[in-house]
């Protein structure tokens, strides 16, 4: 009995720690990372340097110490806006304001220390880098500023603006309005086929298991922080990806409530008819466009619940459509369809197939079989009987 409890202690160990690791490789997909090299004014590493970034917006802080080759690396981190603070015992401090850190990106803060006899500190302003070079995965970003900024067509969907990453093909859509009010979109990357596109929201995956390139769900624009498209040169926890890996991250609650309210409007009176939707195919048809009424609707807010510990975000989408659209149809003439009609009927039941006289099939048969040998007597008697019946026929 302790031997198989302590082979379940075991295995419960081990399975723990693989979900471990499995929780911390996702969580690279969903967060940054800062790294950098700390050094003296003559390029020589400061080892045992202390690093503290802190997220400006939650005022969330993780700390780290460089190491002896004064290289120092800070992961884990939810994207926004942080201010890197870097001391050295001897040298003058230097906090580092203004740096971006987005999700499934790393970004470096290299930094010269400059030897001070008293405490200083020195403020510098954090540019970002237009190339990344610490990892090797091809990848594109969509900001929220990005989002609110640039115009969407049609029910406010994000994945419009995939089309402008280099090699996606122009996205269309793949389901009705009832499946999503976002109306999702699919597309190709890179040549390759949709189906091999993977989407999660936060970390969670929202596809169909029997058609990979249709998304469940899709948040509304004003909800999301920043899309991360990676196209080519997959990590290790960007798996089940031949095309493109979509991570969608939503906003978060910070310091201070904030929210959104937005509606957005399609009316066919402020749109041109259509050519073809005119009294000479639709004698109902007036002079203005089908009726197509859209109104898609939405509002969001967030805030603190403990101040820099634990905050909350929340949003809501609607959308009401009142549509009516004429089509052009082709229907067959009443000759076509009665023709098909006919060929189409089901057999009468009380027609019989007409049988032949039991004597006729008497003299089929007395014809067709020559026999040799046969019995004169027995001859005889089925003329008579075949006689007899064609009299009894007669009317």
Known sequence: MQVVIKKFIRFSIVLAVLQLSVCVAYS?????????????????SIPNATVIATNIQTGISANVTSNAAGEFEIHNLTPGIYRVQISAPGFASVAVA??????????????????ASIDQTIQVTASSSALQTDTATIHGELTSRELANVPIG?????????SLLPGATPSRFQNSVMDTPSRSLTTNINGSSRNGNVTSVDGAAIQQVYLPHHTLYNPPTEDIQSVDVVTNAFTAEQ??????????????????FHGTFWEENTNSALAARNYFYNKTYFSQAGSSAPKNILNQFGANIGGPILHD?????????????????PEIISLPTARSQYRQRK??????????????????RDRHRSSSDQVVGIDPIAESSRHLQQLLCRRNLQP
């Open 28 to 44: 690279q997909v969903l967060y940054g990372t800062i790294l950098g090299n700390i050094t003296d004014l003559s390029s020589q």
């Open 98 to 115: 203004g740096l971006e850190v987005n999700a499934n990106v790393t970004a470096r803060a290299d930094q010269h220390l400059k030897v």
């Open 154 to 162: 049609g029910f406010n969907n994000y994945q419009s603006l995939l």
């Open 239 to 256: 798996g089940l990806a031949g095309g493109a890996v979509v991570s969608v991250l939503t906003k978060t609650g910070t310091n201070a």
């Open 309 to 325: 510990r634990l905050f909350f975000f929340s949003g809501f989408e609607g959308l009401s459509q009142r549509q009516l659209y």
């Open 343 to 360: 060929r189409n009927r089901p057999p009468n039941p009380r027609k019989r197939e007409r049988r032949r006289p039991q004597c006729d």
